[in-house]
């Protein structure tokens, strides 16, 4: 049992994930943070949310950032008599920009923090990307948000349980990142009902040539981006689910920008080498409610024994 008065933080990166064809298994973390502080207490639980999220998500054991500093501290044979935890939010919720996942790893590296303040060893990379997997159910947003940067990830379902594995990408410096984020919501959860138990042949072959293309074209040539990033699994079948992200993201196809939607949606993803988007769909964004921003490439998770100070 972990005493009262430890402190830990963790500052974790949004994420977009499937970029296109990379259905599950590509990702890319986004510099947009949310930081949590947990304090170890004699007993109870508070939570303490700022920013996104605040009046909406519970309060309670059930907030998913408690459940991974219990899975965290659990996997170390430890556990904490009572906790006050505080998030700081700035990933939007429900927007296809990982908040989820940031949730579980941010939750998942404050228990590394509190964990390296006694006798037991903090969770690697390699475990941290299994638990918060576990937690998503895929791994692509979860390894994102560990590792930072690109990511490609998969599962080996061969054993008693899945395992999650994901490896770094090196992103080509000339690749620009915008983001269209509207203010409707969309839960991953009811948009992946939409889509068909089988694909054709045809349809799963040309996923996989575009999502080793996109590969390529992440890491060395960005002239390919757009056709690595063309896709027939999901981004069609979810399109009646969010109408005005899929008439953009066909606006911005249209003008020979790399647009994807960003997860499960109903925000999108520019990967451009350009340093700004067409007038046209700038305006298009604006006048449909989406906030465009540009952003840089994420940071790993960073987790902190004490207080972390933003970078």
């Known amino acids: 049992m972990l005493p009262a008065g430890l402190v830990a933080s963790a500052v974790v990166s949004a994420s977009s994930a499937n970029l296109g064809p990379g259905f599950d298994s590509i990702g890319l973390a986004l510099n947009l ?24 998500v519970p309060l309670g054991p059930e907030h998913l950032v ?26 939007p919720h429900s927007r296809g920009l990982g908040s989820s996942a940031a949730a579980v790893v941010s939750g998942l590296a404050a228990a590394n923090g509190l964990i390296a303040q006694t006798d ?5 990379e390699a475990q941290l990307i299994q638990l918060s997997s576990e937690f998503e159910g895929h791994p692509d947003n979860a390894a994102a948000a560990v590792l930072g940067g690109a990511v490609v990830s998969w599962v080996d379902r061969g054993g008693p349980a899945p ?3 994901a490896v ?11 983001c269209a984020i509207p203010e409707e919501r969309s839960l991953t959860s009811e948009t992946r009902v939409l889509l068909p138990v089988e694909v054709s042949h045809d349809d799963a072959t040309f996923n996989v040539s575009r999502a080793a293309l996109l590969v390529v074209a992440l890491t060395n040539r960005p002239d390919l981006l757009m ?57 298009y964004g604006a006048a449909h409610g989406f906030t465009i921003t540009e952003m840089a490439a994420g940071g790993g998770v960073r987790w902190s024994p004490g207080v972390t100070v933003r970078s």
Do not use: W
Not at 74 to 84: C, D, E, I, R, T
């Open 120 to 124: 037991s060893t903090p969770l690697t």
């Open 33 to 56: 943070c949310d930081e949590i502080v947990v304090e170890t207490t004699g007993s109870g639980l508070k939570v303490i949310v700022e920013g996104e999220g605040a009046g909406q």
């Open 163 to 165: 395992e999650y594995s």
């Open 227 to 283: 056709p690595a990033t063309e896709d027939l699994l999901h981004q069609p079948q979810r399109a009646s689910a969010m109408p005005a992200s899929a008439e953009y993201l066909r606006l911005l196809r249209r003008l020979n920008v790399s647009a994807t939607l960003s997860g499960a949606g109903p925000s999108l993803i520019a990967l451009s080498t350009q340093p700004q988007l067409p007038g046209e769909a700038v305006d």
């Open 168 to 178: 770094g990408l090196r992103l080509h410096p000339d690749i620009r990142l915008f």
């Open 66 to 91: 408690v459940r991974a500093i219990e899975r965290g501290l659990q996997a170390a044979g430890a556990s904490a008599p009572g906790m006050l935890v505080r998030c700081r939010n700035a990933i």
